[in-house]
């Protein structure tokens, strides 16, 4: 069914004068002129087809037509307000759904998380897969951390550092075959596998070298498991944590963001 347009500045007028019955102190509530009020409620009395005041020696009256309307009016007011309410109200959710590859969710995502739940009891995570372009509506994401050289077109910020660094097993030759994986792939890779995470797993193992996110390749370079055959280096491309507007503006979104760059 269509809807009617509503001429809902005009309405919040008629409310607020039907109830001083004054033009003046209804411009006082709604900070504006006596003469934006009179305006507002002519314009509306001309889309309306009705006569809303008359002038009497005893001040402002409403016509029956505007009486008629005005207990359903001021319930639809507060049912404007439910609804603003129960919109804002997810504002104070501490439930976040986040896309993030699987890869970076266990290696770095994770712990991090966790040591976030244990000092706030109330926070809930959702976290799915993603290592492409996500669809922020209809995956109802709150926020997605991607591998890219930039924040993309969202608001964004990168996590961490660009910086990636080779590692191999301990004793392994500098000359070691390559393990590929999509954020690197040299011609000639010995192996090739999903991501960073597999390809760290596959050097421990002695399978050859890789070049993989810094970040993702700390807990087992300080375990010793593998070792790092260079000083890391900037390879561009970084761990960028974004999101549209709406998304990146809620206080529980600010909130991780700062705690996972703090």
Same mark, same amino acid.
């Given at each position: +069914?269509?809807?009617?347009h509503?001429?809902?500045?005009?309405?919040?007028?008629?409310?607020?004068?039907?109830? $001083?019955?004054?033009?003046?102190r209804?411009?006082?509530?709604?900070?504006?002129? =006596?003469?934006?009020v009179?305006?507002?409620?002519?314009?509306?009395?001309?889309?309306?087809?009705?006569?809303?005041?008359?002038?009497t020696?005893?001040?402002?009256?409403?016509?029956p037509?505007?009486? %008629?309307? #005005? %207990?359903?009016?001021?319930?639809?007011f #507060?049912?404007?307000?439910? %609804?603003?309410?129960?919109?804002?109200?997810?504002?104070?959710?501490?439930?976040?759904?986040?896309?993030? =590859?699987?890869?970076?969710?266990?290696?770095?995502?994770?712990?991090?998380?966790?040591?976030?739940?244990?000092?706030?009891?109330?926070?809930r995570? $959702?976290?799915?897969?993603?290592?492409?372009a996500?669809?922020?509506?209809?995956?109802?994401?709150?926020?997605?951390?991607?591998? +890219?050289?930039?924040?993309?077109? $969202?608001e964004?910020v990168?996590?961490?550092?660009?910086?990636?660094?080779?590692?191999?097993?301990?004793?392994?030759?500098?000359?070691? *075959?390559?393990?590929?994986?999509?954020? $690197?792939? *040299?011609?000639?890779?010995?192996?090739?596998?999903?991501? %960073?995470?597999?390809?760290?797993?596959?050097?421990?193992?002695? !399978?050859?070298?890789? !070049?993989? =996110?810094?970040?993702?390749?700390?807990?087992? #370079?300080?375990?010793?498991?593998?070792?790092?055959?260079?000083?890391?280096?900037d390879h561009? +491309?970084?761990?960028?944590?974004?999101?549209? +507007?709406?998304?990146?503006?809620?206080?529980?979104?600010?909130?991780?963001?700062?705690? #996972?760059?703090?």
């Amino acid at each position: +069914m269509k809807r009617t347009h509503l001429p809902l500045n005009g309405l919040r007028v008629l409310d607020a004068a039907a109830r $001083h019955l004054s033009f003046t102190r209804a411009a006082d509530e709604l900070a504006v002129t =006596p003469a934006a009020v009179g305006q507002q409620v002519r314009a509306l009395e001309e889309t309306l087809g009705v006569v809303l005041f008359r002038r009497t020696a005893k001040g402002l009256e409403l016509t029956p037509e505007a009486e %008629a309307g #005005l %207990a359903a009016l001021r319930q639809g007011f #507060l049912c404007f307000e439910d %609804a603003v309410r129960a919109i804002q109200a997810g504002q104070s959710s501490k439930v976040l759904t986040i896309a993030a =590859p699987r890869d970076l969710t266990a290696r770095w995502l994770a712990p991090r998380l966790a040591r976030l739940a244990a000092d706030d009891g109330e926070l809930r995570f $959702h976290i799915v897969a993603g290592d492409e372009a996500v669809d922020f509506t209809e995956a109802n994401l709150d926020l997605a951390i991607r591998l +890219m050289v930039d924040r993309g077109e $969202h608001e964004g910020v990168l996590i961490g550092t660009a910086r990636f660094v080779r590692i191999a097993a301990p004793g392994a030759a500098a000359d070691a *075959p390559w393990i590929a994986w999509p954020g $690197h792939a *040299p011609d000639g890779a010995l192996l090739r596998v999903a991501d %960073a995470g597999l390809a760290i797993d596959a050097a421990a193992e002695g !399978l050859g070298r890789a !070049l993989v =996110p810094e970040m993702l390749a700390e807990a087992d #370079l300080a375990a010793g498991r593998i070792v790092a055959l260079a000083d890391p280096v900037d390879h561009g +491309m970084g761990y960028w944590a974004h999101a549209p +507007m709406p998304q990146w503006r809620q206080k529980k979104v600010r909130a991780l963001v700062e705690a #996972l760059t703090g």
